[in-house]
């Protein structure tokens, strides 16, 4: 397993933008492929968006439609979230996870899990 710690979060207008970040520990951080998911109060948590070990591949939920671009720095042990055109209902706690192997989009396909990073959009 890897140690997740994400940042980023915040307050922000509707249209606004963020940049979510997520750390890991370990030596063979490009083995895993990392997501993000997020939970909204009173909901489950959902999938946003995940890339394979290399940066080569990545996956998106379908309501993400182009606002959401996942990325990873393999150099710095660190994969990204950039969001833009963030609406109201984007509020969320938004979590990174990692899995040796394939991305994939289910939550129980991952195995480690960061604290979750608060994401609030204002209308």
């Known amino acids: 397993q890897v140690q997740l710690v994400e940042s980023g979060g915040g307050l922000v207008q509707a249209g606004g933008s963020l940049r979510l970040s997520c750390a890991a520990s370990?030596?063979?951080?490009?083995?895993?492929?990392m997501g993000w998911f997020r939970q909204a109060p009173g909901k489950e948590r959902e999938f946003v968006a995940a890339?394979?070990?290399?940066?080569?591949?990545?996956l998106y939920a379908d309501w993400v439609k182009g606002r959401f671009t996942i990325s990873r720095d393999n150099a710095e042990n660190c994969m990204y979230l950039r969001m833009k055109n963030l609406k109201p209902e984007d509020t969320a706690v938004y979590y990174c996870?990692?899995?040796?192997?394939?991305?994939?989009?289910?939550?129980?396909?991952?195995?480690?899990w960061g604290q979750g990073t608060q994401v609030t959009v204002s209308s």
């Open positions: 890339i394979n070990g290399y940066g080569i591949s990545a």
């Open positions: 996870a990692a899995r040796y192997g394939r991305a994939g989009d289910k939550a129980y396909e991952y195995d480690s």
């Open positions: 370990g030596r063979t951080f490009s083995s895993y492929a």
